[in-house]
């Protein structure tokens, strides 16, 4: 019983510390955004985050190197997921303007458009999931679960 007060205080608290720290969190973001205007074009964030890896001396060469390959992995998959989606929207264009429209074809496509640009997400988040690994920077599974849970109640 006690073990359950404990989890429970411990949920509270990080309901608590995410409520309070979210917009102070959110302006710190908006202003970190606001300073990326150099970065217009995916070779635009390649290049800087080469730059910010090379530059980096608080890693170590081993580290640089798995975020190296880390980083190249990642590109190579959302290079295929990228291309999956140019070709479903061209199809989608050319559905869209066919004399013969086709509704049920068009939320095919639409649907399979959702998946690959999920994909997407998940090879991004994925990454920073392996990042951190590498890092040492693991967050705590209950941590991880409050900040899901807390993120669900933002829809």
């Known amino acids: 019983m006690e073990k359950m007060n404990k989890v429970i205080l411990s949920t509270l608290s990080l309901f608590i510390a995410n409520g309070c720290s979210s917009p102070r969190l959110e302006k710190e973001l908006s202003q970190k955004i606001s300073q990326e205007s150099s970065i217009q074009t995916p070779s635009d964030l390649a290049a800087e985050s080469d730059r910010v890896l090379k530059n980096n001396t608080s890693l170590s060469v081993f ?7 880390l980083k190249n992995q990642t590109r190579a998959l959302s290079a295929e997921q990228n291309s999956e989606s140019l070709k479903l929207r061209s199809v989608l264009i050319k559905d869209l303007l ?6 049920s074809e068009v939320y095919l496509i639409k649907n399979k458009i959702k998946k690959v640009e999920s994909k997407k997400i998940d090879i991004l988040l994925s990454a920073v999931q392996k990042a951190n690994v590498i890092l040492g920077q ?11 849970v807390y993120q669900l109640n933002d829809y």
């Open 63 to 69: 580290q640089k190197q798995q975020l190296l390959e």
């Open 98 to 103: 066919a004399k013969n429209y086709n509704e």
């Open 138 to 148: 693991e967050s705590n599974k209950e941590e991880i679960f409050m900040r899901d």
